[in-house]
């Protein structure tokens, strides 16, 4: 059985990994939550690199139906054909486009299926995958055949927590909540990017990062990827250490409301010192 490990470019807990391959032993999607930017989305890239596996990714947007990611029939090409004598229109497998889930159910070798941020659909869609999910097949009605998955995929579903997800579909998955790092795994990860980042620097920057964060008055709280930014931005700038905790230059790159970023000065203003987290 193939083991999830983590790999080079992507830090995951223990508790991550053993969701992980529980899912891929027992053959069930793999449902994972957590507040944005806590590499949700870059986890189905890092088991496919770890396992060797092409993937395959399916983007949820809020006019996404299940539909889409079985196949679609090219009505227009073969009306366009038939008026203009190309091809063979008797043919009408030849007009079935497969979505993204037909894909990974027809793929010649196991991959991985990343259906990211499936809240965005409305609330029948996870519903309506119910049947294809489970039993790993779908029914085309124009050629009237059934698609059977050749290998199995490994099914990753990312939720930001938009909506609530109906029973019938958890029940189906294994489910799995990346907690927020803390200051020392945040460390973990931050290596992984930038191994030869001064350590003064990510210190000052650690500190103030984990403050804001712990404002309660901020409406949206930076991500790791908008830490990793804000890194990339001190350390290609030059900026005197002395201040980051002074002056939390490149602000916008952490902080996305005008709202926040006032209360942040202002908070800051009153005369809190920043803590030190490392």
């Not at 830090?11 to 391959?21: G, P």
């Not at 927590?161 to 799995?176: N, S, T, V, Y």
């Not at 930076?222 to 005197?240: H, K, N, R």
């Amino acid at each position: 059985m193939n083991t999830f490990k983590g790999s080079k470019d992507y830090v995951a807990s223990e508790e991550l990994m053993h969701a992980v391959n529980v899912s891929i032993a027992l053959q069930k999607p793999l449902l994972i939550k957590g507040e944005p930017g806590t590499g949700k989305t870059m986890l189905a890239q890092s088991i496919a690199d770890a396992l060797n596996k092409r993937l395959v990714i399916w983007n949820i947007k809020s006019t996404t139906k299940a539909q889409d990611g079985l196949y679609l029939y090219d009505t227009v090409q073969r009306l366009y054909d038939s008026q203009f004598g190309e091809g063979d229109v008797a043919n009408i497998k030849k007009y079935i486009k497969l979505g993204k889930l037909g894909e990974a159910f027809t793929a010649e070798e196991q991959v991985v299926l990343l259906i990211d941020e499936i809240d965005k659909a409305d609330l029948e869609f996870p519903n309506d995958l119910l049947w294809e999910l489970d039993k790993m097949e779908f029914y085309v009605n124009e050629t009237k055949e059934t698609i059977r998955t050749n290998h199995r995929p490994i099914v990753i579903i990312t939720s930001n927590a938009e909506k609530e997800l109906p029973d019938a579909f958890l029940r189906r998955c294994i489910f799995h909540y990346i907690e927020f790092p803390d200051a020392e795994k945040m460390e973990e990860i931050i290596q992984v990017h930038y191994s030869d980042i001064e350590q003064n620097l990510l210190k000052q920057a650690m500190d103030t990062f984990y403050w804001i964060r712990g404002m309660k008055e901020i409406q949206k709280r930076p991500s790791t990827s908008e830490l990793l930014d804000w890194l990339q931005a001190l350390v290609l700038s030059g900026i005197p250490l002395a201040k980051i905790k002074e002056e939390i230059p490149y602000v916008g790159v952490l902080l996305k409301k005008n709202q926040d970023i006032e209360t942040m000065f202002e908070i800051k203003e009153k005369g809190y010192t920043i803590k030190r987290w490392i």
